[in-house]
């Protein structure tokens, strides 16, 4: 059922034909309403009221008398439209009971609620792919607080959002396609993350993404190296390698022992309470936007430290001097601990 297409893509893409037959046996009721109402008026010169009110009562089967007497034409016509009625009514009851217990009725609650979140979500991060490294990300920015939905199409990860406790966005389909990202929020994201399991997808994804958003940030992660280029053509403002990652970081563990273990031990967020953050200029107040480093006083006013300046061609300056200013465009990297930087935000943002 996977590649079934609905009206909506929040969904489990677990639909049986039970939600088509509740639509049918509503086109049903319908039909048998128009045929009533048309029977009456043309057999019996009826008027559209009495016609309503005949169909009405033969429908419901409550007993009322006629408005009329009727024609044998006419008693011809109730007796078919009865037993018509007691088939619709069978089949709108078996069709309702199955919606009803199959779970379709609650799924379709849940998609909307889903579907409503979604509308709401602004400058957030979309997940393309909930396997292991987008577990991972998803737990990172619960952590953080960060807004993000995820995009899955594998029906068993999909599973595992829903039998998660943590409460997450997502949508079960396919994030290579321009409308799931469109549902997604992308012209209003401020970020995606590319980490479907192969590297086409994850081409074709930063491909779509960056034709519908010119100015999101796009993160994608790479299995080969040799696709690093493509995914940057496609638009991939950053590549990620796990392979080669693993191979920098297993390589300066034998010349920079000390300083891998440090930063790995400052990266075990419930561990360690020392974070990194990046303040972009546009986001510090403006009486401060012109002010040098050694005006702003940072590391008294907050006690956190800046340790870097990331200008606009990410070339980054290392332990920027006090006269340093910072221009538009450029942001400082801070460290410290949880107060600290909330101390930061709460005195220049």
């Known amino acids: 059922m996977a590649n079934k297409q609905s009206n909506t893509i929040f969904n489990w893409y677990t639909y049986s034909g039970s939600y088509l037959n509740f639509r049918v046996a ?75 217990v199959q779970g379709e009725f609650i799924k379709n609650i849940h998609d909307t609620m889903i579907e409503k979140e979604i509308s709401k979500l602004k400058d957030h991060v979309i997940i ?25 199409k594998n029906l068993e990860q999909v599973e595992l959002i829903q039998k998660s406790d943590d409460k997450i966005l997502y949508i079960h389909d396919d994030a290579t396609q321009d409308q799931v990202l469109i549902a997604a929020g992308i012209k209003q994201a401020g970020a995606l993350i590319s980490a479907l399991p192969n590297d086409s997808d994850n081409v074709f994804t930063v491909l779509t993404a960056r034709q519908l958003n010119s ?22 403002d950053h590549v990620i390698t796990p392979e080669q990652i693993g191979a920098f970081y297993m390589a300066t563990l034998v010349n920079k022992p000390g300083a891998v273990e440090l930063f790995s031990f400052i990266s075990r967020e419930r561990v ?8 972009s200029h546009k986001s510090i107040s403006a009486k401060y936007g012109d002010c040098t480093l050694e005006v702003l006083q940072v590391r008294k006013n907050s006690g956190a430290n800046v ?43």
Do not use: W
């Open 26 to 100: 509503i086109l049903l009721f319908l039909s048998a309403t128009t045929i009533g109402i048309a029977g009456f008026m043309l057999i019996e010169n009826y008027g559209f009221v009495e016609a309503f009110y005949m169909t009405a009562i033969t429908i419901s089967t409550v007993g009322f008398g006629e408005v009329h007497p009727l024609s044998d034409a006419g008693r011809i016509f109730v007796s078919v439209f009865v037993l018509y009625n007691i088939g619709m009514y069978t089949y709108v009851l078996a069709a309702f009971t199955s919606f009803i």
């Open 128 to 152: 393309c792919g909930y396997g292991k490294h987008g577990k991972e990300i998803a737990q990172h920015f619960m952590q953080h607080e960060l807004p993000f939905l995820v995009i899955e």
């Open 215 to 236: 100015n999101l940030k796009i993160i994608s992660r790479s299995l080969d190296i040799q696709n690093t280029g493509k995914l940057k053509m496609a638009g991939a």
């Open 272 to 279: 360690s309470d020392i974070h990194f953050d990046e303040i």
């Open 307 to 349: 340790i870097a300046l990331r200008k606009p061609n990410n070339e980054f300056v290392i332990n920027p001097v006090p006269e340093t200013r910072l221009q538009p465009g450029e942001s400082l990297i801070i460290l410290g601990d949880e107060k600290q930087l909330a101390a930061f935000r709460e005195h220049y943002l």
